[in-house]
């Protein structure tokens, strides 16, 4: 009953969203189909050329040198994740591996932005890892912990008058 009706083909999730729009990189068509490519196939990793041809095969028209840009902002902003091909010297790309032990995020309760805390200290893991051998005594396969922290974001904290 909480499945929202789905307004774009493919589907970006929050995750990823959320890195877009803190690096800045709008929405555009050309986005979206190249994050369609590797959504679609979520193990899979597509060299440059690769995803130029993929495009290209769906009807995109788009230049070789701004795909290269577009894959390289993915890369920066932790979206995709770039390896070296070194048989081909080329870069090949994947999505990035967000299914870590322990995701924890912290959202805003003044403008409900959520940000994602990408490093979670040793401590913090080794929490997560205690969690989940509890789990497993108990026979439950346990994968991902959610630690939510709510509060206030530095956008939102009052300024403290100059001293
Ligand atoms: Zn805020």
Redesign the pocket.
Known sequence: MSARPAKEPVAVPADIQARLERAGLRRTLATRAVLGLFLANPQGTLSHAQALVSLTARGLDINRVTLYRLLDRLAACGVLQRHADDGARTWRYGLADHEQGLAPRFE?D??H?QFRLTEASEPTRAVATDLFRTLARLGHQGQRVDLSIHG??A??VPQEPAA
């Open positions: 805003c003044a403008c932005r206030t974001c956008s939102c």
